[in-house]
């Protein structure tokens, strides 16, 4: 496996990540706001806060730092893309080293993520309630917005692989042209 390769699938990575964060998040706000109002209420009941947020004051106050609101708002943003731009390169891993299609890849980068992170670690580092407080609604757009960071990951790394491909060929002919004896 060539190095060269390996870097640039985590550079395109963290840039997709932050991509599929910027996708998802209006997706999920729209969810959210159509779900019943029922569901929305039982939510909302349970729910301690942006477990971001809830993660940033666990971090500072068990290295014992007294921060403002504004300064764990920030901290608490920094590890939610932290989080996405750290796990899209996922997506290239599953593509060029297991060899999945983009379409599969995208929805199991995606899946993965919601199970992994928002099942999984977020309740049992006690950053939300735990998963059998919230509602079915609740898990279920958290599932289809996680697809859709999938699906927005997959397109940033597509183009930006499809982008250096022409680059590199741009070049490659760039080069031969101005070597004698080659036309």
Do not use: C
């Not at 990575?13 to 991509?19: C, D």
């Not at 004051?57 to 893309?81: A, F, N, P």
């Amino acid at each position: 496996m060539e190095l060269r390769g390996i870097a640039g699938d985590a550079a395109t990575g963290i840039v997709a990540g932050y991509v599929g964060t910027k996708a998802m998040e209006p997706v999920s706000m729209f969810l959210y706001r159509h779900e019943p109002e029922q569901s929305r209420a039982a939510e909302d009941a349970v729910r301690p806060g942006p477990p971001y947020r809830i993660a940033a004051e666990k971090i500072t106050r068990r290295l014992g730092l007294t921060l403002s609101d504004h300064v764990l708002d920030r901290i608490g943003l920094g590890l939610h893309y932290g989080l996405a731009m750290s796990w899209a390169p996922l997506y290239g891993v599953l593509r060029h080293r297991v060899r999945l299609a983009a379409p599969a890849a995208a929805v199991a980068t995606g899946l993965a993520m919601a199970v992994v992170a928002d099942e999984l670690m977020t309740p049992l580092l006690g950053f939300s309630a735990p998963n059998r407080a919230y509602p079915l609604a609740t898990h279920l757009r958290g599932l289809a917005a996680h697809v859709v960071f999938g699906a927005a990951v997959a397109g940033a790394s597509e183009t930006t692989w499809a982008l250096g491909r022409r680059a590199v060929r741009a070049l490659g002919m760039a080069r031969s042209s101005s070597v004698p004896g080659r036309t």
